[in-house]
């Protein structure tokens, strides 16, 4: 059977950390470290198939209908996207739009915390520029990241969105299924459709926003029970590492009841609330962190994992900040680390080549943010050209090309290392294969070191006997009341039960 609907379909992704010392560039949506390649056209349909993101679960579940493909792009989290960057896409897209006749409907797979270098809200002024050319009617429906920072003039353009109910967001490609079914309903649906935004009043940390744990669990599995009740209810909690006033969590339903609609927000509304004091960051000091998982991997017979959230490329920070390696070699501790992002690094491995002994400059590249450059000296063991399949349940499926890769063994003595792997396209670690592609089991290793917050849970929290979040320098910050931001909305929170964001007084 197929729906007589001509629909155009598009992705443009991209979560932007406004604190990161680094803009995004146009390169950087051509060639992202493992994510989609900027695409145009039919090649999408082979491109973005059969991995876990949100287009893919679009074409699956929308096969019924006479699918256009239009452009899609994505790239490593990081910077402000240059303006350069965002009109080429939107550009790409709009010319799709206007080239492929008579569209009876339009899905997008976004973000929802794109911020370029003139607007703040980089998925609303995609949207509005849509609706410039397509006028007010035509039903436009988008997936979101659950870290959107979601504006209510965003939800003004667009008829219905979707958001993933999982961190790690092990649901990507499950929300463009979502999204398929949620634009079927919009087009063949005969009675109006109301739609109720809501914002929550507080900032909740990165580290505290895991669906595998408390208060995310709980929140979801509530909102997933009031499906029945509305067409669509969703949920983000938002992206801290964002100055900008809709920054934080936000809720979204839709449904042919307005009563229903507005009484279901309000109940998800009022249930974050009371759950506020929950959003727990979990962050030890970086020293302490090793130390304990020093020993407790003593007595452990799985690897113990520790987290460097706040150089998570996954969130726009570097990933060449030092400071763990720093305190793993002062502490003489041995483990396995990575990904760190040193192209010359990574190069100089190459030159040097497999069994050499090198010294070498690694990170610096951010001083302000990161701390200067660390001196190792090692052998180098083993050398890749990045690229490989992630098999992990978050990044299935996706073609990694994270270039030039190095894995260096440090001598700590009494026959102890510590293994360093080096890449030159920024990723963060969320995947085993990171490891395994390059020779190292991370089964094998009683210690290791990801640089990511959540996304790494989905595949290493299984093998693993303990997790720990620690605190060292990077540009993704953890604390929320840290942060210093100009530009929220008043009245919002710093952090579950933290003060009021005041504007700084000039
Ligand atoms: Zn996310």
Same mark, same amino acid.
């Given at each position: 059977?197929?729906?007589?609907?001509?629909?155009?379909?598009?992705?443009?992704?991209?979560?932007?950390?406004?604190?990161?010392?680094?803009?995004?560039?146009?390169?950087?949506?051509?060639?992202?470290?493992?994510?989609?390649?900027?695409?145009?056209?039919?090649?999408?349909?082979?491109?973005?198939?059969?991995?876990?993101?949100?287009?893919?679960?679009?074409?699956?579940?929308?096969?019924?209908?006479?699918?256009?493909?239009?452009?899609?792009?994505?790239?490593?989290?990081?910077?402000?996207?240059?303006?350069?960057?965002?009109?080429?896409?939107?550009?790409?897209?709009?010319?799709?739009?206007?080239?492929?006749?008579?569209?009876?409907?339009?899905?997008?797979?976004?973000?929802?915390?794109?911020?370029?270098?003139?607007?703040?809200?980089?998925?609303?002024?995609?949207?509005?520029?849509?609706?410039?050319?397509?006028?007010?009617?035509?039903?436009?429906?988008?997936?979101?990241?659950?870290?959107?920072?979601?504006?209510?003039?965003?939800?003004?353009?667009?008829?219905?969105?979707?958001?993933?109910?999982?961190?790690?967001?092990?649901?990507?490609?499950?929300?463009?299924?979502?999204?398929?079914?949620?634009?079927?309903?919009?087009?063949?649906?005969?009675?109006?459709?109301?739609?109720?935004?809501?914002?929550?009043?507080?900032?909740?940390?990165?580290?505290?926003?895991?669906?595998?744990?408390?208060?995310?669990?709980?929140?979801?599995?509530?909102?997933?029970?009031?499906?029945?009740?509305?067409?669509?209810?969703?949920?983000?909690?938002?992206?801290?590492?964002?100055?900008?006033?809709?920054? *934080?969590? !936000? +809720?979204?339903?839709? $449904?042919?009841? @307005? =009563?229903?609609?507005?009484?279901?927000?309000?109940?998800?509304?009022?249930?974050?609330?009371?759950?506020?004091?929950?959003?727990?960051?979990?962050?030890?000091?970086?020293?302490?962190?090793?130390?304990?998982?020093?020993?407790?991997?003593?007595?452990?017979?799985?690897?113990?994992?520790?987290?460097?959230?706040?150089?998570?490329?996954?969130?726009?920070?570097?990933?060449?900040?030092?400071?763990?390696?720093?305190?793993?070699?002062?502490?003489?501790?041995?483990?396995?680390?990575?990904?760190?992002?040193?192209?010359?690094?990574?190069?100089?491995?190459?030159?040097?080549?497999?069994?050499?002994?090198?010294?070498?400059?690694?990170?610096?590249?951010?001083?302000?943010?990161? *701390?200067? !450059? +660390?001196?190792?000296? $090692?052998?180098? @063991? =083993?050398?890749?050209?990045?690229?490989?399949?992630?098999?992990?349940?978050?990044?299935?499926?996706?073609?990694?090309?994270?270039?030039?890769?190095?894995?260096?063994?440090?001598?700590?003595?009494?026959?102890?290392?510590?293994?360093?792997?080096?890449?030159?396209?920024?990723?963060?670690?969320?995947?085993?294969?990171?490891?395994?592609?390059?020779?190292?089991?991370?089964?094998?290793?009683?210690?290791?070191?990801?640089?990511?917050?959540?996304?790494?849970?989905?595949?290493?929290?299984?093998?693993?006997?303990?997790?720990?979040?620690?605190?060292?320098?990077?540009?993704?910050?953890?604390?929320?009341?840290?942060?210093?931001?100009?530009?929220?909305?008043?009245?919002?929170?710093?952090?579950?039960?933290?003060?009021?964001?005041?504007?700084?007084?000039?």
């Amino acid at each position: 059977m197929s729906l007589n609907y001509r629909i155009g379909f598009a992705g443009f992704q991209h979560e932007t950390n406004t604190f990161a010392p680094f803009s995004t560039q146009f390169k950087d949506f051509e060639s992202p470290g493992n994510m989609v390649p900027f695409t145009v056209g039919d090649s999408i349909k082979k491109e973005c198939s059969g991995q876990n993101i949100p287009i893919s679960g679009f074409m699956e579940a929308g096969s019924e209908f006479d699918l256009i493909p239009l452009s899609y792009a994505s790239a490593e989290p990081g910077g402000l996207v240059s303006q350069d960057a965002f009109d080429r896409i939107s550009d790409s897209i709009l010319n799709g739009i206007e080239n492929a006749g008579k569209l009876d409907g339009l899905y997008f797979d976004l973000h929802g915390a794109m911020v370029t270098e003139m607007y703040d809200d980089g998925e609303e002024e995609l949207m509005k520029r849509v609706r410039d050319l397509v006028g007010p009617d035509l039903p436009i429906v988008t997936s979101l990241d659950l870290h959107g920072n979601i504006s209510p003039g965003f939800i003004n353009l667009v008829n219905a969105t979707t958001i993933y109910r999982t961190y790690p967001h092990v649901d990507m490609a499950e929300t463009g299924k979502r999204a398929a079914i949620l634009l079927k309903t919009v087009l063949t649906t005969t009675k109006p459709i109301f739609k109720v935004f809501k914002q929550a009043n507080f900032i909740p940390p990165v580290t505290s926003q895991s669906t595998m744990r408390e208060p995310g669990r709980t929140l979801y599995n509530k909102l997933e029970a009031l499906d029945t009740n509305v067409i669509s209810v969703d949920m983000a909690f938002g992206f801290a590492p964002a100055d900008i006033p809709n920054c *934080g969590i !936000s +809720l979204f339903v839709c $449904g042919t009841d @307005k =009563n229903e609609a507005e009484k279901t927000a309000q109940f998800m509304l009022d249930e974050i609330h009371s759950s506020e004091s929950l959003f727990d960051d979990h962050l030890i000091d970086g020293d302490q962190a090793i130390l304990k998982a020093h020993e407790l991997s003593k007595s452990a017979n799985k690897p113990i994992i520790i987290a460097d959230p706040q150089d998570n490329p996954g969130a726009g920070a570097s990933g060449d900040s030092t400071g763990l390696i720093s305190k793993l070699l002062k502490h003489k501790i041995p483990a396995l680390v990575g990904m760190f992002w040193d192209p010359d690094a990574a190069e100089a491995c190459h030159n040097a080549g497999v069994d050499q002994k090198i010294t070498l400059d690694i990170g610096g590249r951010f001083p302000k943010e990161n *701390g200067p !450059s +660390l001196k190792i000296t $090692g052998i180098v @063991k =083993n050398l890749s050209d990045g690229r490989f399949t992630c098999k992990g349940p978050y990044s299935f499926g996706v073609n990694a090309n994270l270039g030039k890769m190095a894995a260096i063994h440090v001598n700590l003595g009494l026959e102890s290392e510590l293994i360093i792997v080096l890449g030159s396209n920024r990723a963060q670690n969320a995947d085993q294969a990171i490891f395994k592609h390059i020779g190292y089991d991370p089964k094998d290793h009683s210690i290791i070191v990801v640089k990511s917050a959540i996304h790494f849970l989905a595949d290493y929290e299984p093998i693993s006997h303990a997790v720990l979040f620690a605190e060292a320098p990077g540009q993704n910050p953890v604390k929320v009341d840290k942060i210093s931001y100009t530009k929220l909305r008043l009245g919002v929170r710093l952090g579950p039960n933290g003060k009021e964001f005041k504007p700084v007084q000039t």
